[in-house]
Each structure stands twice: as C-alpha cells, then as structure tokens.
C-alpha cells in the first residue's frame, strides 16, 4: 500500500526527530536503537539482510511477515537514516545451480 511509506515517515519524523531544528526535520534519521525498535513494535519488521555500503556505513533491510520491508543505513557514529520503505516483501531461495 503506497500510504504505508508516508505513515513511517511522519512516525519517524515524529519519534526520532524531536528537538532538532526545522532544516534538520526534513530527513527522517535518528538514533538506530529507536528506529530498530519502531520498526520492531509499530510494523513487526526485523532484520533480513545487511551488508557493508561505503567505508563504516551499514545498509540493513528489516522485513515482516505481513510483507512490508524498510531499508535502513547507520553511519559510522550510530544514526540510522530510512532509505526506502514498502510492501510485498518476499524472500527468494536460489536454487544451486540455477542461474536465475
């Protein structure tokens, strides 16, 4: 559902984002200890992928079983960012042996 992106952000803005200044307020990021545990409580996503970006920074994908996913990047001082949110998550199992 297209809202639910729109919903997280205004969630994150809200939560995370208290006290910073209104320039700041534009992006949604904040500690990665609060956005782990939002996404954890208010849409039952936990971690199902992570890998190294740029030198320090952490992209981690968070997934539920209801099919939303978030994807998350934590720099190298502890704030996490949300990069990109949606639904229809599915995890695919390669077969060995198969190209595709």
Request: hydrophobic share 45%; glycine share 12%.
């Amino acid at each position: 559902m297209v809202h639910r992106p729109l919903a997280l952000l205004s969630i994150l803005g809200s939560a995370l984002l208290v006290g910073q200044s209104p320039a700041s307020a534009q992006a949604s990021c904040g500690p990665r200890e609060q956005l782990v545990r939002l996404l954890a409580e208010q849409y039952k996503e936990d971690p199902v992928g992570i890998g190294l970006a740029q030198p320090g920074q952490v992209l981690e994908v968070f997934a539920s079983q209801g099919g939303s996913w978030t994807m998350v990047m934590t720099m190298p001082d502890g704030k996490a960012c949300l990069i990109a949110a949606g639904d229809n998550w599915e995890m695919v199992t390669k077969i060995k042996g198969n190209p595709i």
